[in-house]
């Protein structure tokens, strides 16, 4: 039996047929309904959990094979490593207060990882779009995602409503906000924002990220240097910055008030309310 960390995004039906196959697997759909409906404590269809499989395959968490279904392998490992790297930066770093936590991380690509697995947690349990707002100074994603984290985002991101804007409106701004333009992201450059600090909205949570002046400067000088995309020292960039040991307290507050008035600011931008 397999023994893991599962998001706050997967429902109970969901949950029931990640923790059968956790048991047990491959499965068929007609052997994952069989299971499903002894452990469940509502009335389910076939089809309904057929949906729920479907859904499931779409997000990555299920592979299908000849023999039936079983979980994702990758999935299973970002998960793992997800839940065993957040309960060491809570156990060194966070500070809870009420419906407020604050986790101190050591790179910014450090801190996209942390984001990353908070979004993982927070993918929509029904059909209604989720909204994300992200208030970046730079536009650098995907530029550093492995191929299983592309993967990742790419699958789950398609759940929710996005929207991410930027002061910024460099080449290598313009590439990532194109890049992400064909995945429904919608862009914005140009757009005023405090320095050194980034936002993501997602729900009813509000992610704070801290830069240092000095990282700030550093990834400013280098952006506003590339004059063309294939100009761009994705190495250079990664090892001398974004690996760059320096503390970024990121602040996660769950405040639907606030969260709601930072959305309708965000979609005014768009000409949308």
């Not at 990758?74 to 998960?79: A, G, T």
């Not at 004059?227 to 250079?236: G, S």
Request: a positive charge; proline letters at 4%.
């Amino acid at each position: 039996m397999i023994s893991f960390y599962l998001p706050s995004g997967l429902d109970s039906t969901k949950e029931l047929i990640v923790r059968v196959l956790g048991r047990e697997w491959p499965l068929t759909g007609k052997e994952i309904f069989n299971k499903v409906q002894k452990e469940s404590d509502k009335s389910i269809s076939y089809q309904g959990v057929q949906k729920q499989v479907k859904e499931l395959v779409e997000r990555t968490v299920l592979t299908k094979s000849i023999d039936g279904f079983q979980l994702n392998i990758e999935w299973l490992d970002l998960n793992k490593k997800t839940s065993e790297e957040l309960l060491e930066k809570y156990g060194s770093f966070s500070k809870f207060k009420g419906d407020q936590f604050s986790v101190l991380l050591n790179s910014c690509y450090e801190c996209d990882k942390f984001l990353l697995s908070m979004l993982i947690k927070s993918i929509p349990k029904n059909d209604s779009k989720t909204f994300i707002g992200l208030h970046w100074n730079h536009f650098w994603i995907p530029l550093f995602f492995s191929v299983k984290e592309y993967f990742m985002m790419k699958s789950f991101f398609s759940l929710y409503s996005k929207y991410a804007i930027t002061p910024s409106n460099t080449v290598v701004d313009n590439w990532c906000a194109e890049y992400w333009k064909g995945h429904g992201l919608k862009t914005k450059l140009g757009v005023p924002l405090p320095l050194g600090r980034d936002l993501v909205i997602c729900g009813d949570i509000i992610m704070e990220v801290i830069y240092p002046k000095k990282l700030v400067k550093k990834i400013d000088v280098f952006f506003k240097k590339v004059k063309n995309i294939n100009e761009l020292n994705i190495n250079q960039l990664f090892e001398e910055i974004f690996l760059m040991p320096v503390k970024i307290p990121v602040i996660v507050t769950k405040n639907p008030e606030l969260a709601e008035k930072l959305k309708k600011e965000t979609m005014e931008l768009f000409g949308e309310n």
